[in-house]
């Protein structure tokens, strides 16, 4: 591969969008003690990070104290407006945000049409396993068997 004079500074380099997603369920607190967010601040300054590292979406869950997934909107709304306050540079889609019920709304909402299927541990090795809650049988089965039920109801 060739490159012209100044064909790597970023000002001449094609458009790109980093997506991130610094909350993955998939990973306990004792897998990565140093890099997963228990606290709203934290998870704040996570995605603040990824984005001042180049990020421009985040794909976001939340996190209870005791690391397990959240599924309170109010936690997300305060997620949500923690970040936007850090970072006011998001796009956003005023279409796709009457899609969800959440204050201030997402700038992007994923839809699942039709059941599917989301291996989250296809492309991981051993090694990036060993050691980690992964490791346990039952749960390494229960991510690679994840589906999405969305079917017409």
């Known amino acids: 591969m060739n490159f012209l004079d100044g064909s790597l500074f970023p000002e001449n380099q094609e458009k790109l ?3 991130c997603a610094p909350y993955g369920p998939e990973w306990m607190p004792s ?3 140093e890099d997963i967010a228990l606290t709203m601040e934290a998870q704040i300054q996570k995605a603040v990070d990824c984005y001042n590292a180049g ?3 985040v794909h976001v869950h939340v996190r209870e104290l005791d690391g397990k997934g959240s599924k309170k909107l109010s936690k997300f709304n305060e997620l949500l407006a923690g970040i936007r306050a850090e970072v006011a540079k998001w796009l956003s ?3 796709r945000h009457m899609l969800a019920d959440l204050i201030p709304k997402p700038d992007q909402v994923t839809i699942a049409i039709n059941s599917n299927q989301m291996n989250v541990v296809e492309q991981m090795t ?3 396993i060993a050691g980690t809650s992964l490791a346990d049988p039952v749960t390494y089965r229960a991510y690679r068997e994840m589906t999405i039920p969305a079917g017409p109801e």
């Open 93 to 95: 889609d005023d279409t």
């Open 126 to 128: 051993e090694a990036d």
């Open 55 to 57: 990020a421009t979406v």
């Open 31 to 33: 897998d990565f003690p």
């Open 17 to 19: 969008v980093i997506t």
